[in-house]
C-alpha cells in the first residue's frame, strides 16, 4: 500500500537546523511531484516548498525563502526539506504531500512536528 513516512521533526532552538525526510512506496515515486506543507496550530495548512517529479523545478515559499531548500533522491524514493535559521513561527506539523497531476492522485503522509523554541 501507498506510504509516506515523515521523520526528522523535533524540538530545536531558534537559529537552529533541522532536516526533514519523507520515505515514499507502494507508487511509482519518480512520476509524482513532491511538496512539503506546514500547518500551525489554528492556522490553514500552508504549502511551504515544491519539487518537480525530476527535480529539475524547485520552488519555496516566500515566508522560508533562503532558509529552506527542498531536494529529492529518486533512488532512494526519498524528499527531503533542509530548514536553516529556524524561527519560532516556522512551529508546526510538517506534511509531505505525493502530487500526479495528470492521473489526479495525491498522497499524504501523517506528518513530523517541529517545534522551535529556546
Known amino acids: 500500500q501507498v506510504q509516506l513516512v515523515e521523520s526528522g521533526g523535533g524540538l530545536v532552538q531558534p537559529g537552529g537546523s533541522l532536516r526533514l525526510s519523507c520515505a515514499a512506496s507502494?507508487?511509482?515515486?519518480?512520476?509524482?511531484?513532491m511538496n512539503w506543507y506546514r500547518q500551525a496550530p489554528g492556522k490553514e495548512r500552508e504549502l511551504v516548498a515544491v519539487?518537480?517529479?525530476?527535480?529539475?523545478?524547485?520552488n519555496v515559499a516566500d515566508s522560508v525563502k533562503g532558509r529552506f531548500t527542498i531536494s529529492r533522491d529518486n533512488a532512494k524514493n526519498t524528499v527531503y526539506l533542509q530548514m536553516n535559521s529556524l524561527k519560532p513561527e516556522d512551529t508546526a506539523v510538517y506534511h509531505c504531500?505525493?502530487?500526479?497531476?495528470?492521473?489526479?492522485?495525491?498522497?499524504w503522509g501523517q506528518g513530523t512536528k517541529v517545534t522551535v523554541s529556546s
Open positions: 507502494g507508487f511509482t515515486f519518480r512520476s509524482y511531484a
Open positions: 504531500n505525493a502530487r500526479n497531476r495528470e492521473l489526479g492522485i495525491s498522497y
Open positions: 519539487i518537480t517529479s525530476a527535480g529539475g523545478i524547485t
